[in-house]
Every structure is written in C-alpha cells, then in structure tokens.
C-alpha cells in the first residue's frame, strides 16, 4: 500500500526557521495533511494542501508537489514550544488518511 | 464539554480480561475513526465510522470490536489481547467521510498495556 517517508528526527535552534520534509509515491493521494502531536497529547490538525503550492498560516506555511511527491512544513521563529512530532498524512482513494511515522522537533535553546 | 473526550486515559488489562473503551465527540461530526498508535509506528487506522454505519474495518483482529450506538459515541471493546496489542489507541472524529476526513479532531487517546 501507499506510504509516507518522513525523518524521525530534526534538531533546531530557537527563533530559526525549519523544513520538515514528507515524501510519497506520486499520484498516491488527493491531498495532504500535517498533524501536531506533543509528547502524551492528541495530534492536532495544522494544516493542508490540496493543490499544488504553499499554504500559509502565520508562523506555519506547507507546501506541495503532487508531480514529485513531495511536502514539506516550514515553521518559523521556532518556540520551544514548538518541539513535538509532526505527521504528515495523505488522502488515499478511499478518503482515508494514511499517514507517515511522524518527524520529532526538537527545539534547543 | 468539548471536542473529543475518550475514556480511560491509561488502561492496564490481563490477557484474559474483557474492557472497552469509550469515546465522545461533541462536535456535531458524521464519522468516526479508531486509530493504534505504536512507538516508531505510522497511525494505523482500525475501524471508520460514518453516520453509525460500519465504512472500514481494516484488516483488524476480531478481538478487537467496534460499536457506535450514535453518530457522537464510539466503543473499542477488547477481549483476549495480546501483549503486541499494548499501545496508544486514538479516538478521531470529521465532519463527514469523504474530502471532510482531511481534517480529523483526534482525543489524547486511552494507553493501554496488556500484560
């Protein structure tokens, strides 16, 4: 079946900016989610893209190729709250999310 | 209350015992979604649910079994587990099944050990 590839680990520095990359067999998904999950906590919805491009929300923007297979979150002026795992998750034909083993942050000061 | 509420948070079980867990959401959502999360593991969808209607059982061993009595209620009721079963188990909601499901509102999720 369809899978996501993701980096299990990132290490950043406060107040820098971070890719967090995510990428799938092309022509797999509709469109593609990212999920943030705190350690012990429900993953939260971030954000999505179902075309093309970059998706913009404040400090958070994604970004997608269908044609390459490929996503990436990027996050600005990282808090240290900020640090957690992030999922990114594709809609498969059925209308399901599959999703990938997760990318931990980790923010240092 | 709001979002998604599951119960018990953590869960210690025999592998003889019979439990369930519940989940409630409060949102007003058309489909809900079992999730098992393991460490270094994917999310691996179990069980969808759609108006209360069974849409997806994914390939899930029968000692695990689903129940949605309402569109804002969902059971996982579990008997004779395994210790390979030990994990997180997610509770997620949408607004509907198809292009909605993009968008999931997931619980803090019920921690279950199975000795």
């Known amino acids: 079946g369809q899978s996501l590839e993701q980096p299990s680990e990132v290490t950043a520095v406060e107040g820098a900016i971070v890719q967090i990359n995510c990428t799938y067999q092309?022509?797999?998904?509709?469109?593609l989610s990212w999920y943030q999950q705190h350690d012990g906590g429900a993953p939260t919805f971030l954000s999505y893209n179902g075309l093309d491009g970059l998706e913009e929300k404040g400090r958070f923007s994604s970004f997608l190729s269908r044609s390459k297979g490929y996503s990436y979150l990027l996050l600005k002026e990282l808090q240290m709250k900020d640090s957690a795992s992030y999922l990114c998750a594709g809609m498969d034909s059925s209308y399901k999310l599959i999703f990938g083993s997760g990318t931990r942050l980790l923010v240092r000061p | 209350e709001t979002g998604v509420t599951q119960t018990p948070r953590h869960l210690v079980m025999g592998m003889t015992n019979k439990k369930s867990l519940k989940c409630e959401q409060h949102?007003?959502?058309?489909?809900m979604y079992w999730y098992k999360q393991s460490a270094k593991k994917p999310l691996e969808l179990m069980f969808v649910y759609s108006l209360e209607e069974r849409v997806e059982n994914n390939s899930v061993p029968s000692r695990f079994s689903p129940e949605c009595p309402n569109s804002s209620h969902l059971f996982l009721h579990l008997h004779t587990l395994q210790p390979e079963d030990s994990a997180l188990y997610l509770c997620?909601?949408?607004?509907?099944?198809?292009?909605?499901?993009?968008?999931?509102?997931f619980g803090a999720g019920s921690r279950l050990t199975v000795l």
């Open positions: 997620a909601s949408s607004q509907d099944e198809g292009t909605g499901a993009n968008v999931l509102t």
């Open positions: 092309t022509s797999g998904f509709y469109g």
């Open positions: 949102l007003g959502h058309n489909a």
